[in-house]
């Protein structure tokens, strides 16, 4: 381990080595399946035909499906089973279970999935340990009840519907949970619909999504009355090495300039952050750049949220398996144990250096981008 930086707190948490340089300009490229499954239900659906569809008109190659099982990996190898999974699409129908929403804090009142799975390679993903399976991408056909299911739901959460500071969001619906939503609309279409259902929608409710994809032209001129917040997922330059398959830091944050010059609200969620080498200096240069990328935005509605890396054992194990060569920090000895509600336990950070972070990053934004309101830190 290199000595610290001279900015650098004492702490018993690993400081992660990285070339002190900006990254080089990559195009924005489109997640293109190497596989897409049809089940039969999904087909039985509008919006299943029409993401298949889309798949066809993009030659992908297309396995229509004799029964609605999605097929086991063809590969023994657990590391060749990770890569196939993850460059496979499946058009299938959300279960019921999908359609019985759950709170989500502190991010939303409520959570649903427009689809399940992320074609991203992000060495940290915080989808290790939760999905059950290969991490296969599903994209849901039944889009129909999942937007009129929500609802039901309106005006009652306990996030934002019933918080003082948050009132103003209206009853707030989470739609990254589980996805990335943007690395996949060029697919689904999905994206864009619930965007102009929550646009339609005359009550005090808000879309929420948060992504570490570019592609937002197709969103630019939808009818979303301001009842969408995208949130890009940015991080220091030294910590995006672990984010695979994503486009650049640059063109997210210009991404989420188009947008709110587009009149959406926007968010940074800065996640996971870490005490990466020189992290005082990376994360105040990763806010001067977004401070950058905003400028000039009238009537800018701003918010940031703020969230540590943790880990479970079994996100460990996971993780572990899929990229057993990264260096991504998961020493248990370097961390402090902390219980859930449910008894589970996660890995976090010390206190002492949470509260540098935490510090440090607030401060940054209240002096280069004041406009923010920061939603929680975690």
């Not at 993903?125 to 009129?148: K, W």
């Not at 949220?305 to 998961?330: A, C, M, N, Q």
């Not at 981008?369 to 830190?377: D, F, G, K, N, S």
């Amino acid at each position: 381990m290199a000595a610290r930086s001279p900015g650098m707190l004492p702490s018993p948490a690993p400081v992660l080595e990285t070339p002190d340089r900006r990254e080089r300009p990559r195009p924005i490229r489109l997640w293109q399946p190497r596989r897409v499954l049809a089940t039969p239900a999904a087909l039985e659906h509008a919006h299943g035909r029409a993401m298949l569809d889309r798949a066809e008109a993009l030659g992908l190659p297309v396995e229509r499906l004799a029964s609605n099982r999605l097929p086991s990996p063809r590969e023994p190898d657990p590391r060749r089973a990770y890569a196939a999974a993850k460059a496979t699409l499946a058009l299938t129908v959300a279960p019921p279970t999908k359609l019985r929403l759950q709170p989500i804090p502190p991010s939303a009142d409520w959570r649903f999935d427009l689809a399940e799975g992320c074609p991203a390679h992000c060495q940290y993903c915080y989808l290790a340990g939760s999905l059950q399976g290969p991490p296969v991408t599903r994209a849901y056909a039944n889009l129909d009840a999942i937007l009129g299911n929500l609802e039901a739901y309106a005006g009652r959460g306990t996030v934002t519907s019933a918080s003082a500071e948050r009132a103003q969001e209206g009853t707030t619906f989470e739609a990254s949970c589980y996805t990335d939503p943007l690395g996949i609309e060029h697919l689904t279409g999905s994206l864009s619909a619930a965007i102009r259902h929550f646009g339609a929608w005359d009550a005090p409710v808000q879309l929420r999504f948060t992504t570490k994809f570019a592609a937002v032209a197709p969103l630019l001129d939808l009818p979303h009355n301001g009842r969408t917040r995208i949130r890009v997922s940015v991080n220091a330059r030294a910590a995006t090495r672990y984010e695979g398959g994503t486009d650049p830091l640059d063109a997210r944050l210009a991404a989420l300039g188009q947008m709110a010059r587009a009149g959406y609200p926007v968010g940074l969620t800065i996640a996971p952050i870490l005490p990466v080498e020189g992290w005082e200096a990376g994360y105040a240069e990763l806010i001067r750049a977004a401070a950058d990328a905003l400028a000039g935005v009238p009537d800018l509605d701003l918010t940031a949220e703020l969230i540590t890396h943790r880990f479970t054992p079994g996100s460990k194990t996971v993780l572990r398996g899929w990229y057993p060569g990264s260096d991504l920090p998961l020493d248990e000895a370097d961390r402090v144990e902390k219980r859930t509600k449910f008894g589970s336990v996660k890995y976090v950070f010390p206190k002492p250096l949470m509260q540098a972070m935490r510090a440090h990053l607030t401060t940054c934004l209240a002096r280069d981008l004041p406009a923010a309101r920061v939603l929680y830190w975690t």
